[in-house]
């Protein structure tokens, strides 16, 4: 007899708990978790497979515990006058904000964001034994200064996360609220931009904040501008004593030499992994401008995805839109959906997919 869930001495705060779990299918065009659809280009991933197979001479030997190298060379590309001081890496930025958490969160302090944001926040709270703190966002999920600055010394967070621009929304955050939040609160300020490279190209980003704001971290990824979804690198940028403190609670060499050596070599190629973004813009603006004709409802996005209101019926429209081989995100948000920018072949199928589900209703 296999045993269940409940029937197991699970902590009392995770019993009921739903882990992460956007669809997987096997299907033509998956565009729902927003990664970059387009491939590592083939000579980007030549050096990268040179970088791996002198990594693995030395495989047998534990890696950079420090993992030296690659916080270079985030530094160099980050800018801002950093170095490698002040630059954090894990696997995934999920693991970047576990860590962020496990520091300065966990049982008996709290962790507070602006709903809806992104899902695993709250999870990965719960998972270090924090209490997660919902905000509100205004009806177009924007969020100003006073209000975001009120909700923030009202909750007295441990831990507040700024997702700039937001998951699931695709909304901007401009940096007088996120200097705001910074302000009204004693606690740890994580600024994640993940989809920071697809932001207006004049847009400044969090980094220019960071100095004499010790409590303040810049996170970012490798999994969406990079197209390295797969290789599991995020990052982040803080003040070196808050990177002190991370290192009390990772796990020893918890970035491989492979990873280290993959990330390494694919910073090394910014440009040329960068020009993807370009293509994705111009897919999802377009995808924005079809969804409006069709008479859906797109909001701005400053990401690589469009959330879209006006859906009737969004698990319907889901539904037909899977039974056509296409994979969209149903973030939970009433009539509304979310669509990944694929490349022009896949953005295409989508809108002409959905173009037809609309024609049969």
């Known amino acids: 007899m296999t045993a269940r869930l409940d029937d197991l001495p699970i902590r009392d705060d995770l019993r009921g708990q739903t882990p992460y779990g956007a669809p997987q299918a096997p299907l033509p065009v998956a565009l729902n978790v927003n990664e970059n659809t387009h491939p590592v280009p083939e000579d980007v991933a030549d050096d990268i497979l040179d970088a791996v197979a002198r990594a693995l001479g030395e495989v047998n030997r534990y890696p950079d515990r420090e993992f030296t190298a690659l916080r270079e060379a985030f530094a160099e590309y980050l800018g ?89 929304t695709g909304t901007p955050l401009d940096l007088e609220t996120i200097a705001a939040v910074y302000d009204a609160t004693d606690g740890v300020v994580v600024v994640d931009e993940a989809y920071q490279e697809f932001a207006p190209r004049d847009t400044p980003s969090a980094l220019t904040l960071l100095p004499g704001r010790e409590r303040m971290v810049v996170s970012r990824t490798m999994s969406k501008a990079f197209a390295f979804a797969g290789a599991r690198v995020g990052y982040l940028a803080a003040d070196p004593a808050l990177i002190d403190a991370l290192r009390l609670v990772r796990l020893p060499y918890h970035l491989s030499a492979l990873t280290q050596a993959a990330a390494t070599a694919a910073l090394g190629h910014a440009e040329t992994m960068l020009r993807m973004v370009d293509d994705i813009v111009g897919q999802r603006d377009r995808i924005s401008a079809t969804l409006d004709a069709l008479g859906y409802e797109p909001y701005e996005s400053w990401t690589n995805f469009v959330l879209f209101g006006g859906v009737d019926d969004p698990r319907a429209t889901w539904q037909a839109l899977y039974d056509r081989g296409i994979l969209i995100r149903d973030v939970g948000i009433p009539h509304h959906l979310r669509v990944t920018a694929g490349t022009e072949q896949e953005s295409t199928a989508f809108l002409d997919a959905l173009a037809s589900i609309d024609s049969a209703a």
């Open 80 to 168: 801002h006058g950093l170095d490698r001081d002040g630059i954090w890496a894990a696997n995934g930025s999920n693991e970047v904000l576990q860590h962020v958490l496990q520091a300065f969160a966990g049982p008996g302090r709290t962790a507070f964001g602006f709903a809806p944001t992104y899902s695993m926040y709250p999870l990965l709270a719960r998972g270090t034994g924090a209490e997660w703190i919902s905000g509100g966002r205004a009806a177009d999920f924007s969020v100003a200064p006073e209000d975001a600055a009120s909700q923030v010394a009202n909750a007295a967070p441990d831990v507040v996360f700024l997702c700039a621009p937001n998951n699931p």
